[in-house]
């Protein structure tokens, strides 16, 4: 999941339960749709992409540079994640809203386009919540 900077999610995605973080990181970054800045044009892709250590590969790293996408990622056995805590605690935080809707925490339907809708209206009402009234 992705998300802007008030911590509201832009891309969905999801895969089966034994696939490798890293195998999603491609399409979930080629589904993003331009967004709106608060000043100049809109932009169709990130400036950044902040990710754990599951995401360090070299092959990733140089397909975000390639994209001009700056990766900001935790090396494995050289650098501590506690530096991403900060920007990683807003995609920790929308899937803890998520997760409080007790269908979404297992897994119960069968087609993946079933569970994408209702994981899409979690997110709507929550965003709906999160809104200033």
Avoid: Q
Avoid at 15 to 35: E, F, I, W, Y
Avoid at 57 to 84: F, T
Avoid at 105 to 120: D, G
């Amino acid at each position: 999941m992705l998300s802007d900077r008030d911590g509201l999610p832009l891309t969905v995605g999801i895969s089966a339960a034994n696939t490798h973080d890293s195998h999603a990181l491609k399409p979930l970054v080629n589904a993003l749709r331009a967004t709106r800045s608060h000043r100049g044009p809109r932009r169709r892709k990130p400036v950044k992409l902040h990710a754990d250590k599951a995401y360090d590969i070299p092959a990733l790293r140089h397909w975000l540079r390639r994209r001009g996408i700056i990766p900001r990622i935790a090396r494995k056995g050289i650098e501590s994640a506690e530096k991403l805590g900060k920007h990683r605690w807003v995609i920790e935080r929308s899937i803890a809203w998520l997760t409080g809707y007790r269908r979404l925490t297992t897994r119960y339907e069968r087609k993946p386009n079933h569970y994408l809708a209702f994981l899409t209206l979690a997110a709507t009402i929550t965003c709906y919540k999160k809104l200033p009234k």
